[in-house]
């Protein structure tokens, strides 16, 4: 609660209330029937005049507060170590009113503290202490409450009260710590305060820090009776502080049992063993999921049509997939019909992932993971082209062999549980490869555009050309108006023999390449590309706007992703279209559903291949398994469960099916499976001391959006070449970049950097920043980082088969967290720090 009422107020109390501390102690001795809290409060003062009297109208706004945590938090004992050394005690205050309380308190403070005397005067703090025009009420203050559940009503402790105040010129926090000598009445809610704790601190200040964090920390200590009455027999300063030294160690101890901490339900992991669970692993996960599964398969169709909002978080949902999906498709088809000439291109991709996205979101276990062929994959199909080139083999048998191989492994994994080691998957690795996808996603944009100017701006054309009017000013200084018009002409006739001779970026004759200077192709790439990403991140971010109705700025962050790419489409194709930018490569004469022609193969192709598919499907294995991971977490507040073994099995059968025909194959991809359940999740905004968390309130799960832009996918075959055609490539980067950045909002291993680079004032305020100190806060994200660059390395290196290493990396992830880091950071810090 916020300050106390005038001394007049308070005499008035008194006589009203003559036989109060008799209740009172009725209601301290009855707190072990109460819920004890601490409760804060603002308060603001408007003077009215009326008849000749002085009259305020106060605004108060309580705040309930947590106790400090003496076992978690890391600021707790700290705070009092401060106390200890340089906090000013003063015992047997005589009696006063508050304002003569705080100035005695005040003096006192300045007298032992000459720092603090450097930096403030005692003007300065009563005037920060009190509210305007008042000369009694204080403007900020911690009390304590308790809960009496006979009268069903909220009582305040009225023996002690903590006053907060804030100076721009501190540098640090100081506190006086006051007994009274008998006591007194501040005011109502204050009638029998014994104890009064003065906090100064800076303004600006980190959260865990602040006068408020401080005040937590006392209030915690004097919330206890029996400690109050110890404190009472203190006859020194010592004593005082050695009483609060042994309480705080006391408090900590009883906080740290089991029984006594805040949360002691622990979530059953589904890799738990079930109780009489036969001792038979095989198939045994399996078996589980279905159970777990199967009795929600009904609702997942019917949480997808009914529902508040439900249908408009479908049809934006189906709309964000579909747009999500295809044009990634279209992207790796280029790239896989460029890697393998011809052999797999747009046509198939968009097929298997038509007919991967379906069957899994039918059979799935958790449909709200998204199946994507992904760039590791195209990377895998152009390793095996190079192999069946260098050998003489037949690419599709080769392709084929790989993929079978590795449904072989997947169904072991899938039979065998292999998927329990993801119990020691913890938030930090699954972070570290979400990023990894992030950067993949970020690379790949980027690559594209320095290609394009490459082969449009930085041409030899362009510098001759430059050269060439550089050339031509000089001569027009130095020459005759003929001899201007000539060179003028000349170089109109080379320009127009260029144009003709060159077509997209160049033309091969006999004498090599002719390149063309297409500027203004490479400005409008970026254009459209940086576009994109503008108006689908606006649009995505437009709910914290105070534009439009609260409802028209969710269905505009819903529609963002389809809303930009139809948006920078039409810019691109129709606003510039004087500008041909090169469409995507199609090749309408793909072949599809040939089989693949095994039994070309020798034995040890075969033998190669199983190689090959052990590699494969340990990256099948990691990505799935994350990416069920990240959709599953607890912060999703998803009700179904997770079907791990099921859901591999399943991937592992379509992508058997896939590899006959050679059609390229698909697993979970991240970022878009934890995108599409924000996608359908109802957000709420909270605020907690001015930072703002978006919380998830409730997920519609279902596989109602997995089977229709899936269909649509499959429709999309029939709009090739044209008007996909329309969708300029920057665009399709431009989405590249959108999904990248979007998936960095939730993820705390990217929080954590970003708080390397800002200021502590500025601090959230998260549980760990609260519970682990800063050091370490810092040097695990670095090891984080650590780990993210050899993972960068090895995944972005041009030797293509330093790149086959990355899924035996991914595995290693998991020992470092649990073998290694351990040994630099205490387990008590990892929990807070690694934990959901």
């Given amino acids: 609660m916020d300050g106390n009422n005038s001394s007049a107020e308070g005499e008035e109390a008194n006589t009203e209330r003559t036989d109060k501390p008799e209740s009172f102690q009725l209601l301290e001795s009855d707190r072990d029937d109460a819920n004890a809290n601490l409760v804060t409060g603002d308060k603001t003062v408007s003077l009215i005049m009326r008849d000749g009297d002085e009259l305020a109208l106060v605004h108060t706004k309580h705040e309930m507060l947590p106790e400090k945590d003496f076992a978690a938090e890391v600021r707790a004992f700290r705070d009092l170590e401060v106390f200890l050394k340089q906090a000013v005690v003063v015992l047997n205050l005589p009696a006063q009113d508050t304002r003569d309380i705080v100035g005695v308190m005040v003096r006192r403070l300045l007298d032992n503290t000459p720092k603090a005397k450097d930096q403030c005067t005692e003007e300065e703090v009563m005037t920060a202490c009190f509210a305007a025009e008042s ?12 809960k009496n559940y006979d009268a069903e009503s ?43 704790i003065l906090i100064l601190g800076p303004t600006v200040e980190k959260m865990t820090k602040s006068s408020m964090e401080l005040g937590r920390t006392y209030g915690t200590l004097m919330m206890d009776l029996e400690f109050r009455h110890a404190l009472l027999e203190a006859t020194n300063d010592d004593e005082f502080k050695q009483l609060m030294r042994e309480r705080a160690q006391s408090l900590a101890k009883h906080q740290g049992l089991p029984e006594h901490r805040k949360s002691t339900h622990v979530m059953q992991s589904i890799f738990d063993e079930p109780e009489g669970a036969s001792r038979c692993p095989f198939g045994r996960g399996m078996l589980g999921d279905l159970k777990r599964r199967l009795p929600h398969y009904w609702s997942d169709y019917k949480d997808g049509v009914i529902g508040h909002k439900t249908p408009h978080k479908v049809a934006a949902s189906t709309m964000f997939l579909y747009f999500a999906c295809v044009l990634p498709n279209l992207a790796f088809g280029m790239l896989n019909s460029s890697n393998t000439d011809g052999a797999i291109g747009v046509k198939k991709i968009l097929f298997s992932q038509m007919f991967g996205g379906i069957l899994f979101a039918v059979f799935g276990g958790q449909p709200l993971i998204v199946l994507l062929t992904t760039a590791p994959l195209a990377l895998y199909t152009k390793i095996i082209f190079s192999i ?62 320095i290609a394009n100017f490459n082969t449009n701006y930085h041409t030899e054309a362009c510098h001759t050309s430059a050269a060439g009017n550089a050339s031509s000013n000089i001569t027009a200084n130095t020459t005759t108006t003929t001899t201007t018009i000539l060179t003028t002409a000349v170089q109109t006739l080379m320009s127009n023999f260029s144009s003709t001779v060159a077509g997209g970026g160049g033309v091969e004759g006999e004498e090599g390449v002719v390149s063309r200077c297409l500027r203004e192709n490479s400005m409008l790439f970026l254009l459209l590309m940086l576009g994109t990403v503008w108006v689908g991140i606006t649009l995505f971010n437009f709910t914290k706007t105070p534009y439009l109705t609260a409802g028209k700025r969710e269905i505009l962050a819903d529609y963002a992703l389809p809303i930009a790419v139809l948006f920078m489409s039409f810019f691109g194709s129709y606003v510039f279209r004087d500008i041909k930018l090169a469409p995507f490569a199609y090749n309408p ?61 399943v991937v592992a059968v379509i992508n058997g099916f896939l590899s006959v025909f050679t059609f390229p194959w698909v697993h979970a991809a991240l970022p878009h499976s934890p995108l599409h359940v924000r996608a359908l999740a109802d957000v709420e905004e909270r605020v907690d001391q001015g930072h703002i968390q978006q919380i998830v309130v409730h997920v519609r799960e279902t596989r109602v959006t997995g089977i229709l832009s899936h269909v649509f996918i499959g429709l999309s075959m029939f709009l090739l070449p044209e008007p996909l055609s329309y969708i300029p490539r920057p665009v399709l980067n431009g989405l590249f970049l959108y999904v990248a950045i979007t998936a960095l909002f939730g993820n705390q291993f990217f929080e954590r950097i970003l708080l390397l680079v800002t200021e502590q004032a500025a601090y959230p305020p998260n549980h760990y920043i609260r519970r682990v100190p800063q050091r370490k806060i810092h040097t695990f994200t670095f090891l984080q980082m650590a780990q993210l660059l050899v993972l960068c390395i090895f995944g972005f290196s041009p030797i293509a088969y330093m790149k086959m290493i990355f899924p035996v990396l991914l595995m290693f992830l998991m020992p470092i967290r649990h073998k290694l880091i351990p040994k630099i950071i205490d387990q008590k810090f990892l929990r807070a720090l690694d934990g959901h």
């Fill in 135 to 146: 000369d009694s009420l204080v403007a900020r203050m911690i009390q304590g409450t308790a």
């Fill in 154 to 196: 909220v009582d305040f402790d009225q023996s002690w009260i903590c006053i907060m105040c804030e100076l721009p010129r501190l540098t640090q926090r100081h506190t006086v710590v006051a007994r009274l000598h008998q006591p007194t009445n501040l005011g109502v809610n204050c009638q029998e305060v014994i104890f009064v």
């Fill in 388 to 449: 069946s080139e260098d050998f003489d083999l037949n690419f599709n048998a080769m392709f084929a062999c790989v993929g079978l191989w590795n449904a072989f492994f997947l169904l072991i994994y899938s039979f065998f549980d292999v998927s329990k080691l993801m119990r020691w998957s913890s938030r930090s690795t699954e972070e570290i490869f979400s990023l990894f996808i992030t950067f993949a996603f970020s690379v790949d944009a980027i690559k594209d555009t």
């Fill in 589 to 649: 004469d793909e072949g599809m559903f040939e089989v693949a022609p095994l039994m070309s193969l020798p034995v040890g192709a075969i033998f190669a291949a199983a190689g090959l598919g052990f590699s494969l499907s340990l990256l099948f294995f990691m990505d799935q398994n994350i990416s069920s991971a990240l959709v599953n977490t607890p912060n999703n507040k998803l009700k179904k469960g997770a079907a791990y073994h099921w859901d591999l099995f």
